[in-house]
């Protein structure tokens, strides 16, 4: 089990360009999702997948902003058009739906990516 | 909507002594889940404890324990002998049963150990 792993571990880039993250959950862990931390902040919900289904999205999650996880394995983030209100770091957690004994569904977090947008 | 609320935007503790973070929510429902985690300068966060509403028992891991008031919305954490290591912005978060899947946290403490 090596864990959430995200990559880039940052990124810069200029306003009205896109990034591209990358997000590889916990091996069996069928549900991922991606929050949004500005400094200082808790962490904000963006969306949610279980297997490769994205089943719920936040109003954050603006028209710019796309995310896929097409086999049901790892995920990417994509803005298009980056504003410098995008400047974040960007979470991916991970959780397995059913573990016996455990109703919690804890989710599992990555050390994430810290995007600044110039 | 629940709102998770953190009061104390920082905290302090003596080395080996033992501190309370306090967390209050909001919620309409009778069965939740929450959860304290911990984000060091590193930035990976770490879950520390965990409690389901449903459970009139408070949860332990180690020096890490809460005190579950679920009358008062309250969520409490205790770290108890505390350490240099413990020093890090903690997060208390809720998430609702069923569909609605996502973490709603606070907005964290951040503790200072002081050797």
């Known amino acids: 089990d090596t864990g959430v792993s995200q990559n880039p571990r940052h990124k810069i880039t200029k306003r009205g360009q896109n990034v591209t993250f990358r997000c590889d959950p916990i091996?069996?862990?069928?549900?991922l999702y991606w929050y949004r931390q500005t400094l200082g902040q808790g962490p904000e919900f963006l969306t949610y997948?279980?297997?490769?289904?994205?089943?719920?999205k936040s109003r954050l999650l603006s028209d710019r902003f796309s995310a896929e996880r097409p086999k049901g394995s790892f995920s990417t983030l994509e803005i298009q058009r980056t504003e410098q209100g995008d400047s974040a770091m960007y979470l991916c957690?991970?959780?397995?739906?059913?573990?016996?004994?455990?109703?919690?569904?804890?989710?599992?977090f990555g050390p994430g990516t810290r995007l600044t947008v110039l | 909507a629940q709102t998770v609320t953190q009061s104390q935007p920082e905290m302090s503790v003596q080395e080996a002594e033992t501190v309370t973070l306090s967390c209050t929510y909001d919620t309409s429902e009778s069965d939740y889940y929450l959860f304290w985690y911990k984000q060091p300068p590193s930035r990976q966060m770490i879950l520390v404890i965990r409690q389901e509403a449903y459970k009139q028992q408070n949860a332990t891991e180690n020096r890490f324990s809460v005190n579950f008031q679920k009358a008062a919305k309250s969520f409490s954490l205790k770290i108890s002998d505390s350490q240099l290591g413990d020093a890090a912005m903690y997060f208390c978060a809720y998430r609702s049963p069923g569909g609605a899947r996502q973490l709603t946290f606070g907005s964290g403490t951040q503790l200072t150990v002081l050797p």
């Open positions: 997948f279980q297997n490769e289904a994205q089943l719920e």
């Open positions: 091996s069996e862990h069928n549900r």
């Open positions: 957690a991970s959780s397995l739906a059913s573990v016996a004994g455990d109703r919690t569904d804890t989710q599992y």
